[in-house]
């Protein structure tokens, strides 16, 4: 019954950031607030967006990043592109070909002529050039995104905008 949630010889013990307990300011269990480090991610994450480059688009890419202790199975899971203009996805990429994605492995979703570091797993766009909206290119102007989402669990994992906040 201790607010620390351990107790030592039958007392309440302070909080610690090891004590396998999440407790006082902590934000998860023995990390984050003001004293202990922080929190581990739990899930993937959009690591980078390469989404314009000087002359044609041709080397676009979107990295994703597995920050969990174990391989991450990506059968459901897709990557949506968001026009951020009329906040409406124009077109989506299925990961699931790219079966697990292994603890800090990364996923590169790319143009064909993009080489990833060694290690990483490739997936390429169905087509070249100008994939990812920037601007008015190809879009209806400025800001865009890219949402990582889990469709068999209708779940949001990670998000990303460029040129701007898309605030719906």
């Not at 007392?11 to 090891?18: D, Q, R, V």
């Not at 190809?138 to 995104?145: E, K, L, R, V």
Request: hydrophobic residues 35%; negative net charge; aromatic residues 4%.
């Amino acid at each position: 019954d201790c607010k620390s949630g351990v107790c030592k010889l039958n007392k309440c013990a302070p909080p610690t950031c090891m004590d396998g307990k999440k407790n006082g300011d902590e934000n998860g269990i023995d990390c984050g607030g003001a004293t202990c480090g922080s929190c581990p991610l739990n899930h993937l994450v959009i690591n980078e967006v390469d989404y314009d480059q000087v002359g044609t688009d041709g080397g676009e890419f979107v990295e994703i990043f597995n920050s969990t202790v174990s391989g991450v199975s990506l059968a459901g899971h897709k990557l949506i592109l968001i026009d951020g203009v009329s906040n409406a996805p124009y077109d989506f990429v299925d990961l699931s070909p790219a079966g697990t994605l292994g603890p800090g492995q990364y996923l590169v979703v790319c143009d064909a002529p993009v080489t990833p570091a060694a290690g990483a797993i490739k997936l390429t766009f169905a087509s070249d050039m100008n994939r990812l909206q920037n601007g008015l290119s190809g879009g209806t102007g400025s800001p865009d995104g890219v949402a990582l989402i889990d469709d068999t669990n209708d779940k949001l994992i990670d998000a990303v905008s460029y040129e701007g906040g898309i605030t719906t």
